[in-house]
């Protein structure tokens, strides 16, 4: 089941670590322009900016607090708030009525409350 899980928490990792480098490292208008983050002109810059901040700090947070054994609650916790993440991400699409992105944060959700539940509980560090 450790093994599961590292798997898991790489994957969430990589796509929170591509996410967040992403709109840290575009402007907003830039970001609007790929035509798959249509939500950002509903949001400032400064919130992008933050969001991209947070899903970058949960990526680090689920793998190097239990790699370098220093911390290791941080991980279900870095899990639980890019839980959190997902969650709110949902609820903008559903706003804006856009169905497609919902479908995707609704299983990197599940994936995160997995990583979450399981580091917390039986098989934590």
Known sequence: MNIFL?????????FFLAAGVTKLSQSRAKLLESG???????LSAGTVKLIGTAELLGAIG???PAVLD?????VPLAATGLAVIMLLAIIVHARRKENQPI????VILVVAVVVAIFRFGPNSF
Do not use: C, F, H, S
């Open 36 to 42: 798959n983050m249509n939500w950002v002109e509903d």
């Open 62 to 64: 689920l793998i190097l």
């Open 103 to 106: 479908i995707l944060n609704a």
């Open 6 to 14: 590292w798997i898991l928490t790489g994957v969430l990792a990589a």
């Open 70 to 74: 220093i911390a290791p609650i941080l």
